[in-house]
């Protein structure tokens, strides 16, 4: 099983700062095969990138993903209001179980 | 528009399955696959296991294997989540979600939250 380990645990800023997230996996993992989402209380999550940096439909283009291997980051440029929530990776390769990261909570300092 | 619709909350005693539905629509619900993540209060997300909806074929999380149960019914275009032996630490909102190949899970249910308690 692949274990995703995100980094930090929480990130406290402000609108209008930029906000880094790390996802860290136990082995290697397909680029074509890393997401992220988010997810606002009470709320399913949204996908937001796909194939560790291509763009979901409708996601704005502060939201960026890169990265390969063993190490992804997903970046907000300039955080606006309904960005503060819990982003989380996934891993989706051909290999089961599939896993998510435990999540980053993106808080307003 | 492409969604997905869950049933609705429920509350279930410990030893007790429970059945959760998933209704597709504004799609051809057979060419996607379905997948299952549950998320316990607080909690990150766990993938449970998927179904093919065109074959029926299943593949479920080992954590889960001899208690869930994946079913479909493509005449109403409708997956189902058996989960049986219920324990408390099940209780969860439960999440079906479209698996879009390389576009990852990208149509989500509403969740359904299913509460085990004596």
């Known amino acids: 099983e692949i274990v995703l380990t995100q980094s930090p645990g929480t990130l406290s800023l402000s609108p209008g700062e930029r906000a880094t997230l790390s996802c860290r996996a136990s082995q290697s993992v397909s680029s074509s095969y890393l997401a992220w989402y988010q997810q606002t209380p009470g709320q399913a999550p949204r996908l937001l990138i796909y194939?560790?940096?291509s763009r979901a439909t409708g996601i704005p283009d502060r939201f960026s993903g890169s990265g390969s291997g063993t190490d992804f980051t997903l970046i907000i440029s300039r955080l606006e209001p309904d960005d503060f929530a819990v982003y989380y990776c996934?891993?989706?390769?051909?290999?089961?179980?599939?896993?998510f990261g435990q999540g980053t909570k993106v808080e307003i300092k | 528009q492409v969604q997905l619709v869950q049933s609705g909350a429920d509350v279930k005693k410990p030893g007790a399955s429970v059945k959760v539905s998933c209704k597709a629509s504004g799609y051809s619900f057979t060419d996607y696959y379905l997948h299952w993540v549950r998320q316990a209060p607080g909690q990150g997300l766990e993938w449970m296991g998927w179904?093919?909806?065109?074959?029926?074929?299943?593949n479920y999380a080992q954590k889960f294997q001899g208690r869930v149960t994946m079913t479909r019914d493509t005449s109403i275009s409708t997956a189902y989540m058996d989960l049986s032996r219920l324990r408390s630490d099940d209780t969860a909102v439960y999440y079906c979600a479209r698996h879009n190949y390389v576009l990852a899970l990208d149509i989500w249910g509403q969740g359904t939250m299913v509460t085990v308690s004596s």
């Open positions: 179904i093919n909806p065109n074959s029926g074929g299943t």
């Open positions: 996934h891993q989706y390769g051909d290999s089961v179980p599939w896993t």
């Open positions: 194939a560790t940096s």
